[in-house]
């Protein structure tokens, strides 16, 4: 009797686990599917909304060069920036591995009188 009860035992496990593999197997495709899905429908807007920016500016960059000369595209300020003239010094070797890399120092060169 013990014997028969191990053997139903036995094979109520394999069909539970053999239904519980397929019901995994086919989740597993339905979520790579889904996946893919979402994938697919994010590339398609990414796309819509590249090729719609780009239309925009087609029609900007021909309604700009078409437009009669007493009206004047809106342009673009950008300020000046000025950038001292530092002469460049050579960088000594540290010894040290962890260092960090020095920097170039500002003001007068070394000797040069102040003037005061």
């Known amino acids: 009797m013990k014997v028969a009860n191990v053997r139903v035992s036995l094979d109520h496990l394999t069909t539970c686990l053999t239904s519980g593999t397929k019901a995994l197997r086919g989740s597993t495709e339905t979520g ?6 979402s994938i697919d429908c994010l590339t398609d807007v990414v796309s819509s909304g590249f ?12 309604s700009s060069s078409v437009m009669p000369s007493s009206v004047t595209a809106p342009s673009v300020v950008v300020p000046s920036v000025v950038v001292p003239n530092v002469p460049a010094t050579p960088e000594p ?11 170039p120092r500002l003001g007068r060169p070394r000797g040069t009188p102040s003037r005061r």
């Not at 070797?93 to 920097?103: I, K, N, Q, V």
């Open 32 to 37: 790579l599917a889904n996946l893919t899905s």
């Open 93 to 103: 070797r540290s010894s040290m591995a962890g260092s960090p890399p020095s920097r």
């Open 51 to 62: 090729r719609s920016v780009v239309e925009t500016l087609r029609s900007l960059h021909t």
